[in-house]
């Protein structure tokens, strides 16, 4: 069977991800965290369930982002700042086909990963179940798409990278500003709409306004994916907002992934 | 039949520093290699060669000129179809094994699974590289990754070879493999495009080489032809009796360039010889060797790049034959 060039860059992406050392221990110690999250949860005071699923979505969320953000330092920044890269690329292929390769293997070891941790979270979360009397019923459906926002921000943010892999010539750079993106796509909501309402009594500089509305458009806005409130208190999911943020996270990330490799093809790989 | 490798004008300046000043590396590079050619690429470090075979390869793209790979423009992919590339500076996917790294490389070439492992194990076998064929690449000695990028370069039987100088940080057996290597496939008529400093790989293998001093093309032509220039200059070498002075008899006109106990070694023209071998028998010496002057590689690199010295000074320095 032979496999598209694209696919096969992406399973041994997905290989080298599995076989890096960093992530394996970021997993290990995500693990740990999780549980004693858990743990420590089922103590709490009051609605320790409902405590359990937001300390284990969030122990979720930060370990898939980082664990994503490794990996594309380590994949795609350092391989192409290393010139391994150089040896596919002195293949008859393209270098498109080479980043979405790389991109390729990329969204499935992040999903790996947050399968991996979120099963554990639902092992966890049934453990601290079984230990409460009187609790309402855990939202599974909700639990479940609690994760595929996760794993969008991280596919996103991943894009990111490659994005900022694509320009940079150093391997750090583009780990270093795919966390300031992280930093600001998790705020630029909060932000807005605190502008918004605080706008009728102070006068804001104009110019202020309008970075932050520029900042606004530019940035992902990644609190669209963030679906953790409706996992914990089992409320009706709007198919809307879900949808919405679908569209927009599948968009913004093909939108990164043409401009990166637009911009890869004009690339010097010295 | 096309040229397996033409450049036309090519030349490639870096940007450097803060103020993105503008080096040349390379400039106005014309060369042709012909299909079934092995070609020497020859210029001191720095000289624009890795520079040339990156372009070669669609790594990095020319500011002006253009290079062709068997016809077909060097930055389109499909150009590389019958290319094997060899790095300067290796660098694999050290979380593989050198199998795992031939499988994946003969998958992007869309080799079929049996000419794949086929391949893998005769060309680890030929690089002796067979005992670390499942070892990960990560503890590999740097010459185990050359030659792991040799086997790497020839997995899909390419017909043109570019190969960034394939001899460094190889052991002698190494260097003679490559040689060997660089020799059976000529016969099987490939075209070889190789980078070099090392001078006798150079005289051995190439049929024609191009020199490369600082960016400019100085020469491009038989090998033979540029290291014995024209002018019929030969070299003597005689075994003369102890007493014997050269300042004296008929070798004394000539230039002395070495002696050493009886043995003296002089620079003669072609129209001397015979008066002088008279001469040298008349005194009661010998022959020892006469043959024609040639260049050293390292005296035309210096002739070429305009840091000629005087003759003299270089060759007395230079060890005896
Ligand atoms: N990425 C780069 N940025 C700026 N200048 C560069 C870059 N790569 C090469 N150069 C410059 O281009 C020139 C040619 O370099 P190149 O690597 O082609 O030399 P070379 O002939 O391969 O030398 P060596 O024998 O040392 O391998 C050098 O002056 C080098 O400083
Ligand atoms: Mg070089």
Request: proline share 4%.
């Given at each position: 069977m032979a496999l598209h060039p694209t696919f096969m860059i992406g399973y041994y992406t997905f290989k080298g991800g599995l076989r890096d050392r960093l992530?394996?221990?970021?997993?290990?110690?995500?693990?740990?965290?999780?549980?004693?999250?858990?743990?420590?949860?089922?103590?709490?005071?009051?609605?320790?369930?409902?405590?359990?699923?937001?300390?284990?979505?969030?122990?979720?969320?930060?370990?898939?982002?980082?664990?994503?953000?490794?990996?594309?330092?380590?994949?795609?920044?350092?391989?192409?700042?290393?010139?391994?890269?150089?040896?596919?690329?002195?293949?008859?292929?393209?270098?498109?086909?080479?980043?979405?390769?790389?991109?390729?293997?990329?969204?499935?070891?992040?999903?790996?990963?947050?399968?991996?941790?979120?099963?554990?979270?639902?092992?966890?979360?049934?453990?601290?179940?079984?230990?409460?009397?009187?609790?309402?019923?855990?939202?599974?459906?909700?639990?479940?798409?609690?994760?595929?926002?996760?794993?969008?921000?991280?596919?996103?943010?991943?894009?990111?990278?490659?994005l900022f892999t694509a320009l940079a010539t150093s391997a750090v750079l583009p780990f270093l500003m795919t966390i300031g993106v992280w930093f600001i796509g998790q705020s630029t909501q909060a932000v807005k709409n605190y502008l918004e309402a605080g706008l009728g009594e102070q006068q804001m500089p104009r110019f202020l306004n309008w970075l932050v509305t520029g900042s606004f458009y530019c940035f992902p806005n990644l609190s669209l994916f963030d679906f953790k409130t409706y996992a914990i208190y089992g409320l009706a999911l709007p198919p809307l907002a879900v949808g919405y943020a679908m569209a927009y996270g599948t968009i913004y990330t093909m939108i990164l992934l043409v401009l990166a490799t637009t911009l890869f093809q004009h690339r010097d790989m010295t | 039949m096309t040229s397996a490798i033409t450049t036309s004008r090519l030349s490639k300046s870096y940007k450097k520093g803060v103020r993105r000043q503008q080096v040349a590396a390379l400039a106005n590079?014309?060369?042709?290699?012909?299909?079934?050619?092995?070609?020497?690429?020859?210029?001191?470090?720095?000289?624009?060669?890795?520079?040339?075979?990156?372009?070669?390869?669609?790594?990095?793209?020319?500011?002006?000129?253009?290079?062709?790979?068997?016809?077909?423009?060097?930055?389109?992919?499909?150009?590389?179809?019958?290319?094997?590339?060899?790095?300067?500076?290796?660098?694999?996917?050290?979380?593989?094994?050198?199998?795992?790294?031939?499988?994946?490389?003969?998958?992007?070439?869309?080799?079929?699974?049996?000419?794949?492992?086929?391949?893998?194990?005769?060309?680890?076998?030929?690089?002796s590289l067979s005992e670390a064929a499942d070892r990960k690449i990560r503890g590999f000695s740097k010459g185990m990754v050359q030659r792991l990028g040799i086997a790497a370069a020839l997995l899909d039987d390419p017909d043109l070879l570019i190969l960034d100088e394939p001899m460094s940080g190889l052991d002698p057996l190494g260097r003679h493999l490559v040689a060997t290597i660089i020799r059976d496939l000529q016969q099987q008529g490939k075209t070889i495009f190789f980078?070099?400093?090392?001078?006798?790989?150079?005289?051995?293998?190439?049929?024609?080489?191009?020199?490369?001093?600082?960016?400019?093309?100085?020469?491009?032509?038989?090998?033979?032809?540029?290291?014995?220039?024209?002018?019929?200059?030969?070299?003597?070498?005689?075994?003369?009796?102890?007493?014997?002075?050269?300042?004296?008899?008929?070798?004394?006109?000539?230039?002395?360039?070495?002696?050493?106990?009886?043995?003296?070694?002089?620079?003669?023209?072609?129209?001397?010889?015979?008066?002088?071998?008279?001469?040298?028998?008349?005194?009661?010496?010998?022959?020892?060797?006469?043959?024609?002057?040639?260049?050293?590689?390292?005296?035309?690199?210096?002739?070429l790049s305009g840091h000629s010295e005087p003759t003299t000074e270089r060759t007395l320095a230079s060890p005896a034959p």
């Open positions: 992530v394996q221990s970021l997993l290990l110690t995500g693990l740990f965290f999780l549980l004693s999250t858990l743990v420590f949860s089922s103590f709490s005071m009051r609605q320790p369930l409902e405590v359990a699923i937001n300390y284990s979505l969030a122990t979720v969320q930060i370990l898939t982002i980082l664990v994503t953000l490794f990996l594309g330092l380590n994949l795609l920044s350092r391989e192409i700042e290393s010139r391994a890269g150089y040896l596919v690329m002195g293949q008859p292929i393209s270098r498109t086909v080479y980043l979405l390769g790389k991109f390729c293997g990329l969204c499935l070891l992040s999903l790996l990963v947050v399968s991996f941790l979120g099963l554990c979270a639902a092992g966890g979360l049934l453990l601290v179940k079984l230990g409460l009397k009187d609790t309402p019923a855990i939202a599974w459906g909700n639990f479940f798409v609690a994760h595929i926002g996760i794993w969008m921000i991280s596919l996103l943010l991943g894009a990111v990278t490659l | 590079l014309d060369i042709e290699v012909q299909q079934g050619e092995v070609f020497g690429f020859i210029g001191s470090n720095g000289a624009g060669k890795s520079t040339t075979i990156k372009i070669l390869m669609g790594l990095i793209k020319p500011t002006d000129g253009q290079a062709w790979l068997f016809g077909q423009q060097a930055s389109a992919p499909a150009a590389r179809a019958r290319v094997g590339y060899l790095s300067e500076h290796p660098h694999f996917y050290d979380f593989l094994t050198p199998v795992e790294l031939l499988r994946l490389l003969g998958a992007m070439r869309q080799m079929p699974q049996q000419d794949i492992r086929q391949q893998t194990e005769k060309l680890l076998g030929l690089v980078s070099t400093h090392i001078i006798p790989d150079i005289e051995t293998l190439c049929d024609r080489v191009g020199i490369l001093v600082r960016g400019q093309q100085k020469y491009v032509g038989s090998i033979q032809e540029a290291l014995y220039p024209a002018g019929n200059r030969f070299e003597i070498t005689v075994r003369m009796p102890e007493q014997w002075r050269p300042e004296q008899g008929i070798l004394a006109p000539h230039h002395l360039l070495w002696h050493k106990e009886s043995l003296y070694k002089f620079e003669i023209a072609e129209t001397d010889i015979s008066s002088i071998a008279q001469g040298v028998i008349a005194s009661n010496g010998s022959i020892v060797t006469l043959e024609p002057k040639r260049r050293s590689l390292e005296e035309l690199f210096l002739d």
